[in-house]
């Protein structure tokens, strides 16, 4: 019993290492918006921070 419980997990191990080692080496995650707002503007508010507040979506749901 044990040592089927062996051949197996050593199965699992195998293909597990098999579907690693063949996935590329590089990968690229890419995300992309529209704002309608010149880009001076835009540059303007994310560069300083003190303006946080003001855009980011996550500031409503942090201070309930």
């Known amino acids: 019993m044990l040592e089927t ?5 050593a199965a699992i191990v195998v293909v597990f290492v098999a579907v690693v080692a ?3 080496a590089e990968f690229r995650v ?3 918006g529209a704002i309608s707002a010149p ?5 303007a508010q994310v560069n300083d921070f003190h303006n946080w507040t ?3 979506p996550w500031e409503n749901s942090i201070r309930r």
């Open 5 to 9: 419980i062996l051949i197996v997990l």
């Open 22 to 24: 063949l996935q590329p």
């Open 30 to 32: 890419v995300r992309s």
């Open 39 to 43: 880009a001076a503007d835009v540059f």
């Open 54 to 56: 003001a855009w980011s």
